[in-house]
């Protein structure tokens, strides 16, 4: 059976030893080691059980040579197994390992076939209980989740530019140096006030409560609360992960950012604040969205639009008085005055050319009636030879023989003078 399994594997080499050897009916089969080895190594892989595993030991003989991978011996009571956890999965690893260390390791059982020897090539290592806390981690976020707590449409927006910055954290821890270094690098004019609390251990979880509350009774409120803490273990981080804190999280008055362990790490809180920082810098800076870079930039660019503005409204401005100006000269007593003493000059002018032309008509008028009367002044028709004939006693102007008799006194008149004459 042996044989027939070799053999349909393909295992060249130990075909050709087995037809070379001829085994008898009842023979032992006989095998190379690498042959064996590889056999063994084939049915461990087969197993899908052995491919997902969690052992828990103790650290030991732990090397890191210059390859970057990590090789170690894991042991209890009765048993030890090797390990080894290559450099890839070694890079993000943040648990520093040590002998003696305590702790649970995921990986899959393999052969290695120059030493002969079985081992689980590990990708990923924890403490002792972190697969507890992990399911209760699971468990809370469930249950927090189904309530709500987590919903983005509660989230709220963080000021772009707060005049007042809660901080609830270790006052002796570097987180808190590191964010102050932050605000004060970044935007120095804002207020911090500082809530200290323990952030690990018993104690830390009411103490977190009670900070987050004291700032949301200060007047005024702060315009945002940066819950921080360093990296660490998931036991270490355990405090964020607390339902009372979660809780105390989601319900305060002012928006929370959560910025808790390393990038990688995840806490409950940073579910339940309204933003999740990946680091405690990081919730600085997420904060202080506004620098005094971008303060004195926004000052420049206002500064220019102010006197864009004003020189706008100064020539817009100007444009109009003297549009008012052009309106007042043009309603001015003063040039109406000139204008009406220039329309007095010119009906002045045109009266007296208007006179002139009438004088100078009556004039002509006059000579023409002068000439007309020239003409018909009995005189002229006197000088001519005519004279003028009235009787004296009545002073009757004489046209007709018949109106005189004889023996009448008339008067005659002549070009230059009169007499008297009797009619005979």
């Not at 689980?120 to 290592?125: M, V």
């Not at 390393?262 to 620098?291: G, K, S, V």
């Not at 002044?377 to 009787?391: D, F, H, K, M, S």
């Not at 008799?405 to 009619?423: C, L, Q, W, Y």
């Amino acid at each position: 059976m042996i044989v027939a399994e070799k053999l349909k594997r393909g295992d060249l080499l130990l075909y050709g030893i087995l037809g070379r050897m001829q085994p008898s009916l009842f023979a032992s089969v006989q095998w190379t080691v690498s042959a064996l080895t590889k056999y063994i190594r084939d049915l461990l892989e087969a197993d899908a059980s052995l491919q997902d595993v969690w052992v828990q030991g103790e650290i030991s003989n732990l090397s890191r040579p210059a390859s970057g991978h990590i090789y170690f011996t894991l042991k209890d009571a009765g048993a030890s197994l090797r390990c080894v956890m290559w450099r890839t999965e070694a890079a993000r690893l943040k648990l520093p390992l040590q002998d003696g260390m305590a702790i649970e390791t995921h990986g899959k059982i393999g052969v290695y076939e120059v030493g002969g020897q079985y081992q689980l090539y590990a990708d990923q290592i924890r403490p002792v209980g972190e697969g507890a806390l992990y399911q209760e981690f699971l468990r809370l976020k469930a249950m927090l989740e189904a309530e709500g707590l987590f919903d983005a449409e509660r989230k709220r927006e963080i000021p772009t530019f707060p005049k007042r910055i809660g901080i609830v954290t270790s006052p002796t821890g570097a987180a808190l140096r590191d964010m102050l270094n932050t605000i004060r690098r970044r935007l120095p004019l804002v207020e911090v006030i500082l809530a200290p609390s323990p952030v690990q251990g018993e104690d830390a979880p009411p103490k977190l409560i009670e900070a987050i509350d004291s700032l949301n009774h200060l007047k005024p409120l702060p315009d945002v609360i940066l819950l921080a803490r360093g990296g660490g273990s998931i036991e270490d981080l355990w405090a964020f992960n607390d339902e009372r804190v979660v809780r105390a999280v989601a319900s305060s008055e002012i928006p929370i950012i959560c910025g808790v362990g390393h990038e990688t790490d995840f806490t409950l809180c940073d579910f339940a604040a309204d933003l999740r920082a990946p680091t405690p810098t990081a919730a600085a800076e997420l904060a202080t969205q506004i620098t005094m870079i971008d303060l004195q930039d926004n000052l420049r660019t206002f500064d220019l639009q102010l006197t864009t503005s004003m020189q706008d409204i100064l020539e817009e401005q100007s444009n109009a008085l003297a549009s008012l100006r052009d309106g007042l000269r043009f309603f001015s007593p003063s040039r109406r005055i000139q204008s009406e003493r220039q329309r007095l000059d010119d009906v002045a002018h045109r009266i007296g050319v208007a006179q002139a032309h009438r004088l100078a008509l009556e004039a002509n008028q006059i000579v023409g009636f002068g000439k007309r009367l020239t003409a018909l002044n009995p005189i002229q028709v006197l000088e001519r030879g005519y004279a003028v004939v009235t009787r004296q006693a009545d002073k009757k102007l004489i046209g007709k023989i018949k109106q005189v008799k004889s023996k009448d006194e008339i008067h005659v008149r002549v070009s230059d003078g009169s007499f008297d004459a009797t009619v005979k």
